[in-house]
């Protein structure tokens, strides 16, 4: 891992208000829109089934609710993994380490 990745790691832990938290406030919004109308599942819901599969620790994920997809972020061991999840389905679509 580069010292990059390990200082983007190291700030978005530390910038982290709240674990669980869609990053940006109006994808949050938009995505807590989709889940009431029923469009999109709840995110703790998908956070869950993604936790159980991935593993590590959970840093934060954005969401883009016109495509209907998460990108999460999760800390495994000394690497960072990106997780994309149909917003949909909870299923995972791809992982990039």
């Known amino acids: 891992m580069s010292g990059f990745h390990i200082l983007i790691a190291a700030a978005m832990m530390l910038a982290g208000s709240q674990a669980g938290a869609i990053e940006n406030p109006r994808d ?3 995505a807590l ?3 009431q109308a029923g469009r999109l599942m709840n995110f703790g819901d998908i956070r869950n089934r993604v936790d159980a599969r991935i ?3 959970f840093l934060g994920c954005d969401c ?5 997809r998460y990108r999460m972020r999760y800390m495994r061991g000394n690497k ?3 997780v994309d999840v149909d917003a949909r389905t909870g299923n995972i679509i791809g ?3």
């Open 33 to 35: 829109a989709g889940a």
């Open 80 to 82: 960072i993994i990106e």
């Open 95 to 97: 992982t990039r380490k």
């Open 28 to 30: 949050q919004d938009a």
């Open 64 to 68: 883009n609710p016109d495509a209907a």
């Open 55 to 57: 593993g590590g620790k």
